[in-house]
Each structure stands twice: as C-alpha cells, then as structure tokens.
C-alpha cells in the first residue's frame, strides 16, 4: 500500500467511524455480560436478558426474529445435547413481548430434523410458545460471503439472511474437537454443505464464521452442561447441573464468559484464541463487564 | 346401453377403493418419521395365504399371527376368488389401468387358456423351492411387490416430481419464485420429507414396476391372471365355492357383451371357470338381458371349463424347481464364511434370514434414515432386493427400532429400543490409508463426534504423525473399540473425505452369526 492510499483510507475509515458511531477498535467490556444462576430455566433467561438491557433493546416493533437454538442430536433434555426447552421459551415469549411480528426456530441437525425437534422436546415447547418451527431446507442455500481469513464462503441457508434479528442460544458443553461448543460454534447449524469438511483448522473456521455473520443477542445455556463425550453425549454421569444462563449482546465474550464456567482456560480452545486475533472482543474476563446475579 | 343401475359393480368399486387406501395409508404411516413405532403397518401380508405357506416350507415354522390368512382361504371356498377382485390393492391397481387403457373401446379378447396356467407353474415353482430352502415367493407376491415398488420407487418418484416442479419457491427473487412460494411450502410442510428418499434399486424395481403396469395394454389385469402365485392359490381354493355364475341358456342371446368386461378375458356364457373368475360382477350387471346370476350351490358345481395344467407340466416345474432351489445354495456367495454386508439391527442368521424374507420393503419404507436399502446381488443371486445396509446414505439411527417392529416374517426380529441400540450390526474399522488422522496427519474427529454409544466406540489417542508437510506432529489419532461398536454406520456416513471415507462399516463380529458358535 503506498503512504497516499494509506493515509486516504485511514482518514475515510476514521471520519466515516465517527460520523456512524461504529467504535473503530473493539471496545471489550462496553456491552455487559450477564451470568443469572437459579433453580428455574426459564426463570434465570428472562432475568440474564433484563440484566443486559431487556429484549426491547435488541428487538424493534414488527421485526421478524430468528431463533438458533442447538436442536443438533436426537437426545433427551437430560442428556444435555441439545438447547433447553424452557430457556427458549423464555427467549420466545421475550420475543414477542418486546413486539416481534414474527419469531422463527430453526436449526440444521446433525440427526435426522423430524427426530431431533421431536425428541429434545423442542418442537412442542416452541409450538406453545406460538413461534413458526422450520426445518433447513436444502433448496434454501446461498452462497454467503464470509471473507475470513480461512473461510472465504460457504452456503448459508437463506432463511438466517432474510430475518431482522437474528437471537443465538446455544447449549454450553464439551465438543472433542473444537473443545468447547458455544456460541461461535453454534453457528455452524446456519451452514449446509459438507460441514465435516470445516473440521480442518476448525478454531480459525469458526471464528470466521462468527465473524463474517452478525448476531444479535446470545444467549447460552448452561442449565445443564456436557461435561464430556460432547457434542452428542447420552451417558447421564456426564451430565452436569450448571444452572446458569450467560447473556450477550457481544457473542465472542458471551463464549469466553461461558468458558470459564465450564471451568477451562481460554488458552485451550483454538476458536477463542482465533476469535481475539480478529478482534471479536476481550478474552481476558477482567476486561469484561460482567453481571453476576442469583435467584 | 346400459339397463340397469349397476349396483354389485359399484359396491365392488368402492371396497376396493376402501382397500386401497387403507394399504398405502398403512405404508405411508410406516415411512412417516414422526412415527415412533407403528404397529399395523404389516397386517396386509398377515392375510396372505401365499406367504403363510411358503414361510412354512421355508423355514419349518408358522408365525401365529398368519393364522389370520386362513380367513380369506375360507371365504374363498364360499365366495371364489373374491380377494383378487374386491380387496387385494395390486388387483385395483391393474384393475384400474386394464379399465384406464381399454376407455371407450368394447372390444372382446380372446382368453388365453396357456397363458392362465404360467401362474400355476409359478406358484409350484415357489412353493418347492422354498421347500428346498430357496424362497422367491417375495418376488411375485402382490403385497411384496406392491409395498416394494410403492416405498422405493412410486413415493420417492412422486416425491422427487412435486420437488423439482415447485423448486423455484424456495428462492425469494422474481415472479416465478414468488408464485410458486405458498404451493411449495405447504407441501414442504404436508407432504415432502425434509430430506429426499434415495434407493440404490430404484431404476431396476421401478422398471419391473412399470413393465407390470403396461403389461394391462396386452391382456387384462396381466399380473393377476398369468403371474400372481396368490391369485393361482385362490384359483385352487374357488374351484370349490360355494358361489357360482349361473347362465338362463333360455335366455341369453350369446350377444358377447358380458366378456367385454371380462377380468380374465373370458365369455362367461361358454366357458365360465371358477377358478379365474374374479366375483366382479361385470358380467351380471353388463347382461342386457339379465341372463346371468349367481347363485349358492351345495356341493360346488357349476365351472363350464377347467384349468388342467397336465402332468407333465407339474412334474416338469417341480423338477425345475428342486433344481433352481438347489443352484444358490452351493453357490458359495451367500454361504459363504466371509461376506461384506451388513443387515438391519434385529436380523437372523444369514441363512435363516433368506429363508424368512420376503423382500417387501417394509423396513427400507420404515427406515428414517434411509439406512436400509434393497440388494442387488452383493448377497447372492437369491438375495435380491432383500435389505442391506448402505452407509454411503444413511445410518442406522440410535434411538430408533422402526424397521425391526414392522418386519411381517420375522427375518427382523422384533428388538425393545434398549435391546436394539446394544444389538452389533457390524463393526467399524479405520482405513488408514485415507483417514485424515493418520494419512495427512491433522485433526479432524467428525465421526468421533457423530459416535451415538454412550461411552464411545470411537476414541482418541495422541501419537506422533508425519504430516503433509513432513513435520511430526502430535495428532490426536482415532481408534475403533470393537467391543462397544454397533455398527450404526454413521461415522462412515459422516466421514468427510470425499473419495472414500477414513472409516468403514463392516460385517465383522456381526451379532447374529456370531450367537450360533
């Protein structure tokens, strides 16, 4: 880059930054990180949410809201494989309550769909709540433009490109290859393709994918954690009552938050070291403005 | 011109309408996922005679619940070969197309007294040589065909049309896309799996299928009269009715205008055989001067002519039949100590299997994974269509045991959900060659991951490797336990390598040889 160029980008990035607001270095610790522990799921989400700010600063009137919760295993709630039914009712019922026209749950399943919704007791919770529940249709595909460093592109369903807000609840527990699955790696549920393909450098992939698609809010579930065998579980005795949900507008500390409970050092798992090397947030939890509460 | 108000036919066309949506309402309740266990998918073939004898010879045993067949067989000898003209689904189907073809055209066909007997030889063929241990009834059973060709080809071919026609709305840009939107997603919604139904076999069963079908240009319901073994048992069986086709000879004009209608192309007024006759009612109603009736007669009587196959064509096709029977039993292929198939989770021995199976298809329509696919010769020439595992395509789902509650012969046992997630299929095994943890030496784990058993069938352990670009590194490398291995096939199926996966199912210390030693 020649120094006129340099100088001329750096002046518009700089001017176009103040004028839109947009911090033009990622300010960690800026949006608050919420941590509610209670004997109530549903209790403790809509208290995590309250905490950073209430649904109705992240949900307009009349947005259309996609909800991508981990309904990835054909297992039961106690085998802790999939996202807590309870939680996501809370985060539909919030939904609605700050004015969403429309709130869709979906989710690409490593299992057959029609089995996992069923059996993680998903599907009934969220046809309660009055949410539309979707299946990935493979007809739905596009190609989305993740320019990461590693991840240049990969079909994306183009139902999570379509929606207003895009809320992100995962389940917190043990995944043997990329460590630990959150909230980046929860992401990998709005992809189709080959996935198995992007298990190479996985940490670096999954940091481009959080990184090339906005989220919202995330929400993580760690009522219930894997403690090992993840991400599919279905022994009992790895099954761990946490009985935490971590909040975020911030998905990146929302992940490293969610880490520590787990009890790991953020220096093992690749995604967040790759995660903070693109400038997704803090990783260290001192610089991170967390909100503790107990019910 | 047309006398009277068709009132038997009518009846005749509403049961066997009742009839068949009862079957494919049965069969598409199998295939639907959402079903966890569906216990009446299989009732059709309990009322099919055909197979309560052939499993018999075959296997030596009687499976209680096919007890139920011998009610048909009883009304048979009342009512004649009313099953195939009133309830059996494969009938209305050719039924149908017989009509469908022949529209508006009233032409009079010749009966082929000939050709009527090839059933007759089919169904001796069948039956000796499931008594020499060779059982083919399910290739020309109706109900195996049916349920065969209906699960692998005619629903996914439905399927795949309504698919491809409404594609363009699952795009959001452009009129096209835009009209087509609300027709595609209802039937994404109502009656589309989420992910296609795919069949090795189905080009293969689908042209038999169609070739039976078209077979109705050339003669009236084809199948039924010159092929079905079930319809040639019946035709044993309604030689001694009760019921008969009675002609007023004072009457009738011998005008021809009742084997116009005719089911096996007859001329009831000259040459009426029971044992053909299919209780339709055509001839009766189309009767322009009311010339025939039927009529009850202790003892049976009343057949104008008789189908008489002759000695020499039932010694010869008993003959021909221990012969054929005996050809793939020393084949090797299928007997042989070492084979590379695996079979559904609840199967008998191999030998046992083939005698049981009746190659219907039930569980390939009950499998939601589309695991179990139909053979074609991989598991021997008497194999065909009998299922198999395909874990380039499916795999066999954890928490699932559709295919061994729905299995009519018991060649899949029926297994409790506990009992089938901890029955061995078969076993993985690495292939080093192409596994990407040991032959490019990086990371990678998906089939660690996908691993259903609770404490792991697949595991990691560190070890140096020397990767793709020469460096020894420390990979954590995968390793099979066979002993806690099922055989579920999904890490094969995960596998994502793309010329041939890392890791294979196999049919090595498959349970089911394995309980006999």
Known sequence: ?295 | MRTKYPKKKLARIIIQGLFLIVFFWLLIRTGAAATETFKYSDYFFYFDPLLLIVNLFSTHTVITIFFLSLIPVALTLVFGRFFCGWICPMGTIHHFFSWLFRRGKKKVEQVDHKLLKLKYVILTLILVMALFGTNIGGWFDPFSILTRSTSIVVSPSANYVIEETLKEGANESGIISKGLKPAYEFSKKNILPNKPRKYLQSVFIGIVFFLLIAANFYKRRFFCNYLCPLGALYGLFSRFSLLNLDVDKGTCKKCNVCSADCTYNGSPYQDYMKSECMVCYNCEDSCPPDSISTKFSFPAKGSINKIDLGRRRITGSIISGIFFASLPRFSGTSKSRIHNFERPPGSVKEIDFLDRCIRCGECMQACPTNFIQPALFETGIDGLWTPVLEPSIGYCEFECNRCTQVCPTNAIETLALEDKKKFKMGTAVVVKDKCYTYADGYNCAVCEEHCPVPDKAIRFREVDVWNFEGKLVKVKQIYVVPDLCTGCGICENVCPRSDSPGIINSAEEEQREFEYY
């Not at chain 1, 949410?49 to 991508?68: N, R, T």
């Not at chain 1, 802790?80 to 539909?92: G, H, Q, S």
């Open chain 1, 1 to 295: 880059m020649k120094r006129r160029e340099f100088i001329k980008t750096s002046t518009v990035t700089a001017t176009t930054a103040c004028i839109s607001g947009i911090p033009l270095f990622p300010e960690g610790g800026v949006d608050p990180v919420s941590k509610v522990t209670g004997e109530s799921p549903y209790e403790i989400t809509k208290k995590g949410v309250e905490l950073i700010g209430g649904m109705k600063k992240f949900i307009s009137k009349q947005d259309i809201v996609m909800i991508k919760p981990n309904i990835g295993w054909n297992r039961k709630v106690e085998h802790a494989a999939n996202t807590n039914p309870e939680v996501l009712r809370a985060v539909i019922e919030m939904a609605f309550d700050a004015g969403a026209k429309k709130v869709i749950v979906m989710d690409n399943s490593c299992h057959k769909s029609e089995d996992t919704y069923r059996r993680s007791g998903i599907k009934d919770a969220v046809v309660k709540s009055g949410a539309e529940i979707r299946f990935s249709d493979e007809n739905r595909l596009v190609v989305h433009q993740f320019n990461g460093e590693k991840l240049k592109r990969w079909p994306v369903f183009r139902d999570h490109l379509e929606v207003d807000k895009f809320i992100n609840v995962p389940i917190l527990k043990h995944h043997s290859s990329a460590g630990l699955t959150i909230g980046m790696k929860n992401l990998y549920g709005i992809i189709g393709g080959r996935r198995g393909k992007l298990h190479r450098n996985m940490g670096e992939n999954i940091a481009d994918l959080a990184n090339g698609f906005k989220t919202d809010l995330t929400i993580v579930d760690a009522f219930r954690i894997l403690k090992k065998n993840g991400p599919v579980g279905g022994r009992l005795s790895d099954v761990e009552l946490k009985k935490t949900v971590i909040c975020s507008k911030n998905i990146f500390e929302a992940d490293v938050v969610a880490v520590d409970l787990f009890g790991k050092s953020v220096d093992e798992i690749d995604f967040i070291g790759a995660g903070f090397r693109r400038g997704m947030g803090q990783k260290d939890l001192k610089n991170i403005n967390i909100v503790t509460f107990k019910i």
